[in-house]
DNA sequence: CCTACCGATCGGTAGG
DNA sequence: CCTACCGATCGGTAGG
């Protein structure tokens, strides 16, 4: 009948099977993004997943620590994406356009986990909490050494104020989990161009200098 | 006795006589904006007031009127301050500047219903919810006409992408809710200038002109 | 993974 | 603005 090594029962390589512990992370963190960590009940959480409420508890010890994990994975992920990059020997301003593409393509690759994360950190309880705020600390950091390594080497202006310019950079790398769509026709690297671009240029036309033709 | 002139019973100017329902609405902003919409109980809201939860349906209709009335307030607010705006005759640069020293300050001036704002539109019911993205897209128009505005005049880059522009520039003013602290060192007014100046002019070094000295 | 249940708390109302 | 209450729902557990 069909082809006897087509592998017709083997999951789609984009399929992988996937733990049950892990699918649930999966939902939750879909439904934190769409509704909210406290406007999510454990209830909604596990008919999306075909069972029963207290069934989550034989693979979770709780509401909070679902949170936590992905507040966690996502803060993993930028450290992983950003860190590496912090010795390279590139000039500032590449080093800023690698750092926003990377930075960019985690949110636009994680959107449920990154609105989670930059949404709903505040509702952890102080432990998480004070890890999370320490971790943005620690990028905050890293875009400043960023902007003073690039006015120390004179690729940056040397009037910047380094906390304002890492701030501007940092609003418009996190602000895009607000309105990236991932199947749109922006690619997060088109993105990080297009803004590295700008904030190295300016959006100012160059005076025209006297042509000297 | 006392001077009969001094007005001793009457409220310190700073301290005008707020109605009941404002006192609501302002300690709504706050434990709204610190802990969320859904984590915020009547008697929490209630208690701050020194009163019972049920108490507060006297002055107010329900949780969510509270809520939309928040977010309303504060998108009434952004449209005062950039609309009027709209057909001022300035060249795009400093329509821009003064554009984001405007919606910096209605962000500074009011951190609290700004973070409800941001965060917690997403939980309105369907009529209330179609506003906010209504809003959200005359105002993202605002920026698209000024970035086309200054490339029609030639004051912008002509290559600029007018969308990721506007996008950038929405980036750097609404993030500031996240970050700026009103009794800082930094004015509203500092925050835009300091923006719309890497903004305009980037960040990189002027390439060294041939110096003719 | 289900059934059945726990105490706690929710937004909101009735009647005063 | 309070007392007393409503039905609904919450996160979580026991026992299987």
Redesign the pocket.
């Known amino acids: 009948m069909t082809d006897p090594a087509a592998p017709t029962d083997i999951p789609a390589a984009d399929l992988p099977a996937k733990s ?1 512990r892990e ?2 992370h999966d939902v939750a963190s879909r439904l934190f993004s769409e509704r909210g ?10 008919g999306e ?18 949170l936590i994990e992905i507040v966690n994975r996502a803060a993993r992920q930028f450290d992983a994406a950003l860190f590496t990059l912090r010795d390279v020997p590139l000039a500032a301003d590449q080093k800023l356009r690698e750092a926003m593409q990377r930075h960019i393509r985690v949110v636009a690759d994680n959107m449920e986990s990154a609105t989670v994360f930059f949404h709903e950190w505040k509702h952890l309880s102080p432990g998480a909490y004070a890890q999370v705020t320490n971790w943005r600390d620690t990028i905050d950091a890293f875009y400043r050494d960023l902007v003073m390594q690039g006015i120390r080497e004179g690729v940056f202006r040397a009037d910047l104020d380094v906390k304002m310019a890492a701030n501007l950079i940092l609003s418009a790398v996190n602000w895009a989990y607000t309105w990236y769509r991932p199947g749109g026709n922006l690619t997060p690297r088109d993105v990080a161009e297009g803004y590295a671009d700008m904030l190295l240029l300016g959006l100012r036309a160059p005076v025209p200098q006297e042509a000297s033709s």
């Not at 960590?37 to 596990?46: E, G, I, K, P």
């Not at 997943?49 to 679902?66: F, N, R, V």
Request: hydrophobic residues 35%; aromatic residues 6%; without cysteine.
């Open positions: 049950r699918q649930i960590y406290h406007a999510t009940s454990m209830r909604d959480l596990a997943l075909g069972m029963q409420g207290g069934s989550l508890y034989a693979h979770i010890s709780g509401k909070e620590d679902l």
